[in-house]
Structures are given as structure tokens and as C-alpha cells.
């Protein structure tokens, strides 16, 4: 009994209070992550195109790869 509520204890503390997971693919979007203003187009696992990477993972994306489509469009991730 006591190593279950131990097991219990460590999952719910080892979860980092700052990225609430809420998929495979996003966590909570962090609105104040800076980010160089760099065009090396992205598309983000939530089908959208960013202009880099950062800007992908300032949206909240876990996942991305480079694209030739422009900022704003719909992607095949």
C-alpha cells in the first residue's frame, strides 16, 4: 500500500507546474518566450506554418519540421 502512494506522489509532483501537457504534440502556449525574428518556416504539429521553430513552440507545439509554404497557411504535419 504504501509504495502506491508513494508511485502516486511522484507522478503527480514530477509534473512540471509550467507546461501543462495537453497532448502528444502541445503544452500550454508561453506567451512570454522571446523569440529572434528569423524566417525559417516551420510546420507545427497543429497544422499551422510559424516562421521559425520558437515562434512554434511560444504557440505551445512539442513538434515541428521545416516547410517552403508561407506563415499563417495550413500544413500536412
Not at 506522489?9 to 525574428?37: K, L
Not at 515562434?55 to 506563415?71: F, M, R, S
Request: a negative charge.
Amino acid at each position: 500500500m504504501n509504495y502506491k502512494i508513494f508511485f502516486v506522489f511522484i507522478i503527480f509532483f514530477s509534473c512540471s507546474e509550467d507546461m501543462e501537457i495537453i497532448g502528444d504534440c502541445f503544452v500550454a502556449p508561453d506567451p512570454e518566450q522571446i523569440c529572434p525574428e528569423i524566417y525559417e518556416p516551420v510546420c507545427a504539429c497543429n497544422d499551422l506554418v510559424y516562421s521559425n521553430s520558437c515562434k512554434a513552440e511560444k504557440a505551445g507545439n512539442l513538434k515541428w519540421k521545416l516547410t517552403n509554404k508561407d506563415v499563417g497557411e495550413n500544413c500536412d504535419y
